[in-house]
C-alpha cells in the first residue's frame, strides 16, 4: 500500500503532529506499506490513499485547492485537523471524507519522526481545556480535560528539546507536575533531549510558587505564558516574577488583539511586557496575536473586532512590520517602544490612525538603523 502524508497549512514550521501519528498508526495495520509526507508541496504519482492535514480556517481556499490537485492521485481521499473539524461540510462537498476532532486510534500512537529531522520532539500530557474562551477552538476540537499518559516513547532520542502542546498545563495539581518532572528527568538523562518549552503558553493564573518550583526544574528554553485580555492584568506580573526570581531568563507573551479589546487597553498590554523586562532584568518578548473568527470561511482576514477599525488595526500592522521582521515587540527598555508605539495610549491610536502611518514608519526604521550605524562607526 502506498499512502501520502499531505499537510496543507500555508506558513506553519512545525511538524504535522496528526499526520505523523497517523503515519505510526498506519504502519502499525499494514505490514507492507510506503509513506511519504508532502509538506508545503502536493503528491506527484498515484497513491492508494492520501491524508490530509487542515490548519486554520482562513486558509481553508488553499486546503481546497491542494485537495483537488490530489485527488488527481487518488480515489482515496481522507481530511482531517482543525479546519475540516471546525467546518466540514465544506470539505465534504469535494467528495472526500472528513475526520472530525482526534482520530481515536491515531491519538494514543508516537509520531513517525522518521519522516521529519530531529531537531524537536512534540508530546501532548493532556488534552482540552477547563477554560471556554470566546477566541479559541479547543473546546470544539478537544472536549474536556483530560490527562494522558507519556512517557519517553512519545519523543525522538535525537531531538535537542521538547514542546509541549498541552493547552493549560497548570490545570494539574502540583503532584501531577511532579509527576510529570520525573518522566522528563528520566528522558534528559537518556536521550539528547535537555530543554523544554511549553509552546501553547501557561495560563498566569494558576501559576504559584509550588508550580513554578516544579516549573523551573523542567529546563525551559523559555517560559511563555499569555496576556490576552484586561482579565489577566494582575496575574501575568505576578507569574512573571514567581518565575525571573526562580532564575528564569526569557519569556514570550502572546497578546491578543482585535477580539473584544479595545487599542487603548492592547497598547498597555504590549507595553506593560516590556516594563516588566525592564523593571525584572529579563528578556521579556510581547507577540501580538491577531484574532481571526474561527468558525468563518476568510482567506484576506478582514474581521475586525467590534472596538477596533479597519484603519487601526492595518495602522497598527504596519508599525509592527517596520520594527520587527519577526512579528513580535521586544525592545529592551520602555523608552525604546515608546518611539515606536507612542508614549501612551492617546498617542498610539493616533499613530495607528495616522493617514501616512507606513511611510512614517519606514522613515523611523531608517533613522533608526542609521543611528545604529552610526554608534557602531563611533564606537571603533
Known amino acids: 500500500m502506498r499512502v501520502a502524508l499531505v499537510d496543507a497549512s500555508i506558513k506553519s514550521d512545525r511538524y504535522p503532529l496528526g499526520l505523523l501519528r497517523l503515519s505510526t498508526m498506519l504502519k502499525t495495520e499494514y505490514r507492507e506499506i510506503k509513506i511519504d509526507l508532502y509538506r508545503k508541496s502536493i503528491p506527484n504519482k498515484p497513491y492508494d490513499k492520501i491524508l490530509v492535514s487542515t490548519l486554520f480556517t482562513y486558509e481553508i481556499a488553499h486546503a481546497i485547492s491542494i485537495i483537488k490537485k490530489c485527488k488527481q492521485f487518488s480515489k482515496s481521499i481522507f481530511v482531517g485537523g482543525i479546519s475540516a473539524s471546525l467546518m466540514p461540510n465544506i470539505f465534504r462537498m469535494l467528495g472526500v471524507q472528513v475526520e472530525i476532532g482526534l ?218 512590520e517596520n520594527q520587527s521582521i519577526f512579528g513580535q515587540i521586544s525592545q529592551s527598555t520602555v523608552k525604546d517602544f515608546e518611539y515606536w508605539f507612542g508614549k501612551d495610549e492617546k498617542e498610539f491610536l493616533k499613530l495607528i490612525s495616522y493617514d501616512n502611518i507606513s511611510i512614517y514608519s519606514k522613515r523611523k526604521k531608517a533613522f533608526k538603523k542609521s543611528c545604529v550605524t552610526t554608534k557602531k562607526t563611533i564606537d571603533r
Open 103 to 320: 482520530h481515536k486510534n491515531a491519538e494514543f500512537c508516537t509520531p513517525d519522526y522518521t519522516l521529519v529531522d530531529n531537531d524537536y520532539s512534540i508530546v501532548h500530557t493532556s488534552r482540552g481545556c477547563v477554560r471556554k474562551c470566546g477566541f479559541c477552538a479547543v473546546p470544539k476540537i478537544e472536549g474536556k480535560y483530560v490527562d494522558k499518559n507519556w512517557g519517553i516513547d512519545d519523543v525522538n532520542r535525537e531531538s535537542k528539546k521538547i514542546y509541549f502542546y498541552d493547552n493549560n498545563y497548570t490545570v494539574k495539581t502540583p503532584q501531577k507536575m511532579v509527576k510529570d518532572l520525573k518522566i522528563l528527568e528520566d528522558i534528559f538523562k537518556r536521550t539528547n533531549i535537555k530543554r523544554t518549552v511549553f509552546d501553547q503558553a501557561i495560563d498566569c493564573r494558576l501559576v504559584t510558587e509550588d508550580k513554578a518550583d516544579i516549573l523551573t526544574r523542567m529546563n525551559l528554553d523559555i517560559c511563555c505564558f499569555a496576556f490576552d485580555g484586561m482579565h489577566e492584568d494582575g496575574h501575568i506580573q505576578k507569574a512573571v516574577k514567581i518565575m525571573a526570581d526562580r532564575g528564569e531568563k526569557k519569556f514570550y507573551i502572546y497578546c491578543l488583539y482585535n477580539f473584544e479589546d479595545t487599542p487603548k487597553d492592547f497598547y498597555f498590554r504590549i507595553k506593560e511586557c516590556i516594563r516588566m523586562g525592564e523593571e525584572l532584568g529579563v528578556s521579556v518578548t510581547a507577540y501580538p496575536m491577531r484574532y481571526q473568527p474561527v468558525m468563518t470561511f476568510d482567506k484576506t482576514r478582514s474581521y475586525v473586532g467590534k472596538y477596533w477599525t479597519k484603519k487601526e488595526k492595518k495602522g497598527f500592522m504596519h508599525i509592527l
